[in-house]
């Protein structure tokens, strides 16, 4: 068991630095500050490939492997949470599940232009009344001669309104199973533009409030047959599948927030001088940064064994669970203690740690709750 | 079209220098980095690629760590990678280094060489032109601007207060300067493809129609006499007063000093 | 051809549109001294055309002699005709030593004539002197050997080098560095005209145009006071705090690199590494962090002042006084009381 990265995954992750430096951290507070999708930025990513990382060449993508991609997403949540979010809900919620359920004409009319960075992607599974109780589903898509008729909304959709290819889930009907009348759940790919599709409002955030998170609305909205995903009924699996990948992107999310907050603590504790010395010099700030590092590093390991797991096992649902219930909460944790050792600048918007501990809290929610992870890893032991 | 960039790899001293205990520079504890000058080269190499689907090779003459910057070359879009490395070719001075890589350049078929103007560890601006005398090339330094049209390449030559805009048929050899564009980022894929392709290996013997007798320390006509640690002007006094306080402050000095 | 027969200080007198580059005096500044310890002469190499009249200048500022090269192909700098003239010159007349200015003509010319010439050449030398040079390997101590004094890595570390098996010892020296010395009102050239003839092949680039910079006559190096702005400065329209203090002070506003590649000021106010290299009598560095390049250009000035808020900056390590702060309330204030000061007296 070799924790080095070989010289590839060095220099891939020297690109992805030089990346954020250069162009993503300069726009952080502003994104945040005036809550702006980072267009420019997403464009740049899309010229560079990174849109479509974990993408075989064939389909437009880098082809490189999940681990790749894992330290894009990492690397630019270290500069800015909102910049990580789009790159991993793009990938992991948008592309993927096209790549991995989609029929060939599918993917050479979607996946192509996703991967190589021509469209933004999305994935609307969450409903008001459907967050954790994702069957409470209400969104319907009955079949009409040659088309599927959408109706129903989304809510909390991440790349909402930006982005021009959307996964969508929902009922496509009752069944019978074990006497049981249960909904049948299918997933779509509808396109932005599409007559009966439009978006609602546009969600006032705490954190990553560059991210543009919209509701989706459907009303009679007719989508060619052939954009049924996957197999009819078996939506549910799909979006349950595809969540495995996307927590793990979550989790690098989280991770590159705990390590820009201790990165930025580190540097500011050796700088702050009270009582005639550097903060640094104080036991209690020594302990608390060697307590955030170790936690930061248990994080790091499992979110890249995670990543080593998608790339060599088809089911990787405990690993990719554990990485983001672990990365979050140690995000979160790291990114509090931070402000607290910034002192009051560390309350001061024109210092990034209060953003990352903003930024944070939403990785304990979103694309899974914490609880959910909690659900996942404890029935996997008690099979 | 053919296209070679001589690039170099260099202890990246923006970020700061480390020194060891005993005041010396610790090059093993720095990051290196591609040299500036170079990567505004091979990108305009790869612009020219881009445009006329030209052949872009890039060659390094160095450590054997030197093939990381052949690495992040090809990972930009340069389809073939030079590293030329021998014990017998180290610790040359500009001729020995522009003997050593004309040597190599001659193995290659080329229609425009293209190399930095000046590398940031030794800053002599040297090897360029003397490689392109060594192979009896026309040179055009200090490029802000190049573009190709037909057999020739069209140059703005900066100058302190002015510049040229040169014409030189190619063959020929050009320097490149920092300004002159801003370089690419690599792609994840681009990294992958190049570490699939082989990076050719030269050493002495593939060097043609040099002498032994200016190769390496032995073949430098230049000798180091002595070399030492800088004696920087050292710190004066530092002060965190109030604006106006600082003012006045300095206002004093300068009465002391008899500025004003 | 034994090393001994080479014998003179020459010096490339760069003239551009038939006016002497001030390197040029500089040099010959310079060389008398080396001449001195020689006991030999200094001679200026002019190459141009229709340059006969600018022989004079040269001997009112040192030159025994003036080697005349005045050709039509030499009217515009051209890398290869002027290498073929100077390299005929050094073959000819065998100079013992043979300095170039490190300006853009220089630095392209001198690597090109010194590899035509099969020497060896040192860049950016900033002490030359005759002494001797020990060969480490044979232990053998030669005299009389130039030493050739310049900044390596990046200005970290200084080295001084010798070239004694090869002549002519060539060294490019940066403008702003050597001192000319007081003219010799009416001394009068000792011309020698030459011409190796000049036959045009490949390497004779065609000049298609000249594009001067736009008038931008202030010389930073001719400053007593500079008032340099870094990136810290944060805008083209707020360096007008740094020409306020610049007009009270009598000085010129000059800056980093970044402020050129910002394009809030041109290339010809850049201090540093690849811009100039400048000994005022006091240097205001003001929201400049003091990256190596840029202190490599301008830590012979009399006087460092620094301005910065990050109290880490290097530019504290080389400022004689260092003030932590902001520079838009500091600076101001600075220019108002050396307003009222200046006044009062």
Known sequence: MDFKFDKQHEMARQLFQDFAQNEVKPLAQEVDETESFPSETVAKMQKLGFMGIAIPKEYGGQGCDPLTYTMCVEELSKVCGTTGVVVSAHSSLGADPIYMYGTEEQKQKYLVPLANGEKLGAFGLTEPGAGTDAQGQQTKAVLDGDEWVLNGSKCFITNGKEADIYIIIAVTGIIEKRGRKIKEISAFIVEKGTPGFSFGTKEKKMGIRGSATYELIFEDCRIPKDNLLGQQGKGFGIAMHTLDGGRIGIAAQALGLAEGALEATIEYVKERKQFGRSIAQFQNTQFQLANMATKVEAAKLLVYKAAKAKETQKVYSVEAAMAKLFAAEVAMEVTTKAVQLHGGYGYIREYDVERMMRDAKITEIYEGTSEVQRMVISGSLLK | ?260 | MSLEEYKGVYVFAQQVDGEVSGIAYELLGKAKDLAKDLDTDVTAVLLGSGVMGLADGLAEYGADKVIVVDDKELEVYRTEPYAHALSSVINEYKPEIMLVGATAIGRDLGPRVSARVATGLTADCTVLEIGDFTDMATKEVLPKQLLMTRPAFGGNTIATIACPYNRPQMATVRPGVMQKIAPITGAKANVIEYNPGFTPDNKYVEILEVVKSVADTVDIQDAKILVSGGRGVGSEENFKLLQDLADVMGGTVSCSRAVVENGWMPQERQVGQTGKTVRPSVYFAIGISGAIQHVAGMEEADIIVAINKDETAPIFDVADYGLVGDLNKIVPQLTEMLKAEMAGK
């Open chain 2, 1 to 260: 079209m053919k296209i070679v960039v001589c690039i170099k790899q260099v202890p990246d001293t923006k970020g700061g220098v480390v020194f060891n205990p005993d005041g010396t520079l610790n090059r093993g504890a720095m990051l290196t980095i591609m040299n500036p000058d170079d990567k505004a080269g091979l990108e305009a190499a790869l612009r020219i690629k881009d445009e006329t689907g030209a052949e872009v090779t890039v060659l390094t003459m160095g450590l054997p760590k030197a093939e990381e910057v052949l690495r992040e070359a090809m990972a930009m879009g340069a389809d073939n990678g030079i590293l030329v490395t021998d014990r017998v070719l180290g610790g040359a001075d500009t001729w020995a280094t522009s003997t050593t890589i004309a040597g190599a350049l001659r193995n290659i078929d080329y229609d425009l060489i293209i190399t930095g103007r000046q590398a940031i560890d030794g800053d002599t601006a040297q090897v360029g032109p003397q490689i392109a005398e060594h192979l009896d090339l026309p040179v055009i330094s200090y490029a802000q601007n190049i573009k190709i049209e037909g057999n020739s390449v069209i140059v703005e030559r900066q100058y302190e207060d002015r510049y040229h805009v040169i014409k030189a048929q190619m063959p020929c050899l050009v320097t490149a300067l920092s300004e002159l564009n801003e370089p690419r980022y690599m792609t994840p894929g681009g990294i992958n493809e190049a570490f699939e392709k082989e990076v050719t290996v030269w050493g002495r013997a593939d060097l043609k129609d040099v002498d032994d007798a200016n190769l390496g320390l032995k073949g430098s006509p230049t000798k180091i006499a002595k070399a030492s640690d800088k004696v920087r002007k050292g710190a004066g006094e530092v002060v965190t007063l109030d604006p106006a306080e600082a003012a006045a402050y300095i206002v004093d000095k300068f009465k002391e000093k008899h500025v004003i």
